[in-house]
């Protein structure tokens, strides 16, 4: 008889049991943010072709869908404003009124005391030019005039209950600039995540859509370049220092390793984006029946949780709450 091997990892995969117990990785629905989107004007919920199951709310739709969010444990919601009409300066982003700021009111009202929401802080959906900022005489998006829009957003986000300001728009000292005008005026106690490691990826395709953007050109020239690592963890490490109470990693499945080699240093909270081109990607090949749409939707989170995400930002996160409650 040949002797057999005496190390056998197979041991520990014998069982569901045994899976469960050694099992490196875990989600918790606590750990997940769910990114929505209120677009004014809607009586009623209407679906974004491009990402099956997800929709543009009402304020109506947005109030009941963040209810059963906090009712399936998940840890925040992201709101997306889409308003009906933009401008250069994208003016809709600082009115106490605006799409935005009128929907933060009313999910702070429904859930605030459950969840933490959460708001989006950039103007792309409020300028007819799509851009993160604010343009020059030359048509380039101008760093420091986008700056003082920044603070006028995070004033108004703020007071309109915000618990955490998503700064995405990838503007160098935005950290710095909005954590100064919050702290000018009272408002210490909210918090500020940066974008930090925010690439310049063909995987936004369908949130672009999503936010009705009407982007002229593109954002290079402020986003990252996708072959760069270590310029990521240049990002991440000038956000902490200027101020961010989280730091984001966008988009994820991509970036796993500037997104580990985030977790390994950052002295904050490193979350990851599951991007909108992620999500659709996955629902086509199950669609197609070329994937278990269940099994791939676990995966591919967890994924990203290995990776080193304390919490991920993911469509899904309602429906894998569920399932990892049942």
Same mark, same amino acid.
């Given at each position: 008889?040949?002797?057999?091997?005496?190390?056998?990892?197979?041991?520990?995969?014998?069982?569901?049991?045994?899976?469960?117990?050694?099992?490196?990785?875990?989600? /918790?629905?606590?750990?997940?943010?769910l990114?929505?989107?209120?677009?004014?004007?809607?009586?009623?919920?209407?679906?974004?072709?491009?990402?099956?199951?997800?929709?543009? /709310?009402?304020?109506?739709?947005?109030?009941?869908?963040?209810?059963?969010?906090?009712?399936?444990?998940?840890? #925040?919601?992201?709101?997306?404003?889409?308003?009906?009409?933009?401008d250069?300066i994208?003016?809709?982003?600082?009115?106490? +009124?605006?799409?935005? +700021?009128?929907?933060?009111?009313?999910?702070?009202?429904?859930?605030?005391e459950?969840?933490?929401?959460?708001?989006?802080?950039?103007?792309?959906?409020?300028?007819?030019?799509?851009?993160?900022?604010?343009?020059?005489?030359?048509?380039?998006?101008? +760093?420091?005039?986008?700056?003082?829009?920044?603070?006028?957003?995070?004033?108004?986000?703020?007071?309109?209950?915000? /618990?955490?300001?998503?700064?995405? #728009?990838?503007?160098?000292?935005?950290?710095?600039v909005?954590?100064?005008?919050?702290?000018?005026?009272?408002?210490?106690?909210?918090?500020?995540?940066?974008?930090?490691?925010k690439y310049?990826?063909?995987f936004?395709?369908?949130?672009?859509?999503?936010v009705?953007?009407?982007?002229?050109?593109?954002?290079?020239?402020?986003?990252?370049?996708?072959?760069?690592?270590?310029?990521?963890?240049?990002?991440?490490?000038?956000?902490?220092d200027?101020?961010?109470?989280?730091?984001?990693?966008?988009?994820?499945?991509?970036?796993l390793?500037?997104?580990?080699?985030?977790?390994?240093?950052?002295?904050?909270?490193?979350?990851?984006?599951?991007?909108?081109?992620?999500?659709?990607?996955?629902?086509?090949?199950?669609? +197609?029946?070329?994937?278990?749409?269940?099994?791939?939707?676990?995966?591919?989170?967890?994924?990203?949780?290995?990776?080193?995400?304390?919490?991920?930002?993911?469509?899904?996160?309602?429906?894998?709450?569920?399932?990892?409650?049942?």
């Amino acid at each position: 008889m040949i002797d057999g091997p005496r190390d056998r990892p197979r041991r520990l995969r014998r069982t569901p049991a045994l899976r469960r117990l050694v099992a490196e990785t875990r989600i /918790h629905p606590a750990e997940l943010i769910l990114p929505m989107f209120v677009r004014e004007g809607l009586r009623s919920p209407e679906p974004i072709a491009s990402m099956p199951g997800v929709s543009h /709310h009402s304020i109506d739709s947005l109030r009941r869908a963040v209810v059963e969010a906090a009712e399936a444990g998940i840890g #925040g919601v992201m709101l997306f404003g889409i308003p009906t009409s933009k401008d250069a300066i994208g003016s809709g982003a600082t009115d106490e +009124n605006g799409i935005l +700021n009128t929907a933060t009111r009313a999910v702070v009202a429904e859930v605030g005391e459950s969840i933490v929401v959460q708001t989006d802080l950039c103007l792309d959906e409020f300028t007819d030019h799509g851009h993160c900022g604010v343009l020059d005489a030359s048509g380039n998006v101008d +760093n420091d005039a986008s700056l003082e829009r920044y603070r006028d957003m995070a004033i108004a986000q703020a007071n309109a209950g915000s /618990h955490l300001l998503g700064l995405s #728009g990838m503007m160098d000292g935005q950290v710095a600039v909005v954590r100064d005008a919050l702290d000018e005026n009272g408002l210490i106690d909210t918090a500020i995540l940066g974008y930090a490691a925010k690439y310049a990826s063909a995987f936004y395709g369908p949130f672009r859509e999503a936010v009705q953007s009407s982007l002229q050109g593109d954002r290079r020239s402020y986003q990252l370049d996708p072959a760069n690592r270590r310029e990521g963890m240049r990002e991440i490490l000038t956000d902490v220092d200027e101020g961010a109470d989280v730091v984001m990693v966008k988009p994820a499945m991509s970036y796993l390793d500037v997104l580990a080699d985030a977790a390994a240093a950052s002295p904050v909270p490193v979350w990851a984006y599951q991007v909108s081109g992620e999500y659709s990607m996955i629902e086509a090949a199950a669609a +197609n029946g070329w994937i278990d749409r269940r099994r791939a939707i676990e995966e591919s989170v967890l994924s990203i949780r290995r990776a080193g995400a304390d919490a991920v930002l993911t469509y899904w996160a309602v429906e894998l709450a569920r399932w990892l409650r049942s």
